[in-house]
């Protein structure tokens, strides 16, 4: 027999139990492992298999003779079957990812600070604006109303005018203290009486009370000043006279700041009609306490205390029933003062004059001319406004 040349191991054939050709071979079990990966490359693409066997060279099996034996065999195609896997997996996760992902809806924005929303703190939606309001509140006047509702801001600088002139005369010895105390008190029971009249058939038993209240607070207020009138001559005795008429304007200014110029009170002073008042109140005290008899400052506070605490209530109930009548009032008013002041000082009585004007009737069209640059601006990030209910028992 003549003698093969090779390598012994290569040209030896071994007795694989498994090849069908040898006689009283049984089929090969393959381990639970072989199994999967072949389940692995029964269901996968038939493009991936395809190219996992026509790519024989990525096996690493082209350097083995074809006569390799059956546990070669068997190597090679659990490495084949692994690639396949592989491939396999692969394919699946570019599948998967191409996928469309499956977005869910968002949920819509609301107007709400108290949940928690899929939206930034400062998101606002296209109908956020839809509620802007834009100079809702605002209200065009009419020149005629303005310069009507004007007048109550003249009649009571014309009433402070008034009230300084009639100081300054009593201070020279022009008027007297008794003649002040009959003209206001003669001027107060006229002003009852003509009250009474225009009320006659409107007064009801409440607004007879008021009145009675406040004519018996009146009086016991005058015989009060009356008493004290010795006391308050003599209060500012060490302070300059100076400082007395610095403080003077200051409270004035104090009186014609916080004055109540609306028509509706007509029973009681409120604030800020208050502080209005008491500043008057502590002028007259400061410019009494600068006269030289007691009768002088009796009357002049009396007077003081008519002319601020009473006068002002008339002219709201003027300014209420009829506007003419309180444009009546303040002709009659400023004309009196400019009288007054026109024996003191010429440049004070024009100066009057032309504030008088100027407040009447200047003012009212400065108003309308602004009025029109006026932007208000309303909408949803306004604060809310909680509802008081409120319950009287």
């Given at each position: 027999?003549?003698?093969?040349?090779?390598?012994?191991?290569?040209?030896?054939?071994?007795?694989?139990?498994?090849?069908?050709?040898?006689?009283?071979?049984?089929?090969?079990?393959?381990?639970?492992?072989?199994?999967?990966?072949?389940?692995?490359?029964?269901?996968?693409?038939?493009?991936?298999?395809?190219?996992?066997?026509?790519?024989?060279?990525?096996?690493?099996?082209?350097?083995?003779?074809?006569?390799?034996?059956?546990?070669?065999?068997?190597?090679?195609?659990?490495?084949?079957?692994?690639?396949?896997?592989?491939?396999?997996?692969?394919?699946?996760?570019?599948?998967?990812?191409?996928?469309?992902?499956?977005?869910?809806?968002?949920?819509?924005?609301?107007?709400?600070?108290?949940?928690?929303?899929?939206?930034?703190?400062?998101?606002?939606?296209?109908?956020?604006?839809?509620?802007?309001?834009?100079?809702?509140?605002?209200?065009?006047?009419?020149?005629?109303?303005?310069?009507?509702?004007?007048?109550?801001?003249?009649?009571?600088?014309?009433s402070i005018m008034i009230f300084i002139s009639v100081f300054i005369?009593?201070?020279?010895?022009?008027?007297?203290?008794?003649?002040?105390?009959?003209?206001?008190?003669?001027?107060?029971?006229?002003?009852?009486?003509?009250?009474?009249?225009?009320?006659?058939?409107?007064?009801?038993?409440?607004?007879?009370?008021?009145?009675?209240?406040?004519?018996?607070?009146?009086?016991?207020?005058?015989?009060?000043?009356?008493?004290?009138?010795?006391?308050?001559?003599?209060?500012?005795?060490?302070?300059?006279?100076?400082?007395?008429?610095?403080?003077?304007?200051?409270?004035?200014?104090?009186?014609?700041?916080?004055?109540?110029?609306?028509?509706?009170?007509?029973?009681?002073?409120?604030?800020?009609?208050?502080?209005?008042?008491?500043?008057?109140?502590?002028?007259?005290?400061?410019?009494?306490?600068?006269?030289?008899?007691?009768?002088?400052?009796?009357?002049?506070?009396?007077?003081?205390?008519?002319?601020?605490?009473?006068?002002?209530?008339?002219?709201?109930?003027?300014?209420?029933?009829?506007?003419?009548?309180?444009?009546?009032?303040?002709?009659?008013?400023?004309?009196?003062?400019?009288?007054?002041?026109?024996?003191?000082?010429?440049?004070?009585?024009?100066?009057?004059?032309?504030?008088?004007?100027?407040?009447?009737?200047?003012?009212?069209?400065?108003?309308?001319?602004?009025?029109?640059?006026?932007?208000?601006?309303?909408?949803?990030?306004?604060?809310?406004?909680?509802?008081?209910?409120?319950?009287?028992?």
């Amino acid at each position: 027999m003549p003698t093969r040349i090779g390598v012994p191991f290569l040209s030896r054939r071994r007795d694989n139990p498994s090849d069908p050709t040898v006689p009283g071979a049984s089929p090969t079990r393959l381990s639970p492992l072989s199994h999967g990966l072949d389940e692995a490359a029964e269901g996968s693409s038939p493009s991936v298999l395809k190219k996992s066997s026509a790519s024989p060279a990525r096996t690493g099996f082209s350097r083995f003779s074809p006569h390799r034996s059956a546990g070669d065999a068997d190597v090679a195609s659990g490495l084949y079957l692994a690639t396949s896997r592989a491939a396999a997996i692969a394919a699946a996760a570019t599948v998967s990812s191409t996928r469309p992902t499956v977005v869910q809806p968002q949920r819509p924005w609301r107007k709400l600070l108290y949940i928690k929303q899929e939206y930034p703190d400062d998101y606002v939606d296209d109908t956020f604006l839809m509620e802007l309001q834009k100079n809702a509140n605002v209200r065009m006047y009419d020149y005629s109303t303005v310069v009507i509702q004007t007048t109550v801001i003249t009649q009571h600088l014309s009433s402070i005018m008034i009230f300084i002139s009639v100081f300054i005369n009593l201070y020279r010895g022009s008027l007297t203290g008794k003649t002040l105390v009959w003209c206001s008190s003669i001027s107060t029971v006229l002003g009852f009486v003509f009250w009474d009249i225009l009320n006659m058939y409107l007064r009801t038993p409440e607004q007879r009370i008021v009145r009675l209240n406040l004519i018996k607070g009146a009086m016991l207020f005058a015989l009060l000043l009356f008493g004290l009138s010795p006391i308050l001559r003599t209060l500012t005795e060490d302070t300059s006279r100076d400082t007395i008429w610095a403080m003077t304007v200051i409270f004035f200014g104090v009186n014609l700041a916080f004055h109540d110029y609306s028509t509706g009170n007509l029973t009681n002073i409120r604030f800020p009609g208050s502080v209005s008042l008491n500043a008057a109140v502590l002028a007259s005290v400061l410019l009494a306490s600068q006269l030289n008899n007691n009768l002088s400052v009796f009357a002049f506070l009396s007077f003081a205390l008519k002319w601020f605490a009473l006068f002002p209530i008339f002219r709201r109930y003027l300014k209420r029933i009829s506007d003419a009548a309180s444009m009546a009032t303040t002709m009659v008013l400023a004309l009196m003062a400019t009288a007054l002041f026109m024996y003191i000082n010429k440049a004070v009585a024009l100066l009057h004059i032309f504030s008088s004007l100027f407040i009447t009737f200047v003012c009212p069209l400065w108003l309308i001319w602004v009025q029109r640059y006026k932007n208000e601006i309303h909408g949803p990030w306004d604060e809310a406004r909680p509802i008081v209910h409120r319950y009287f028992h």
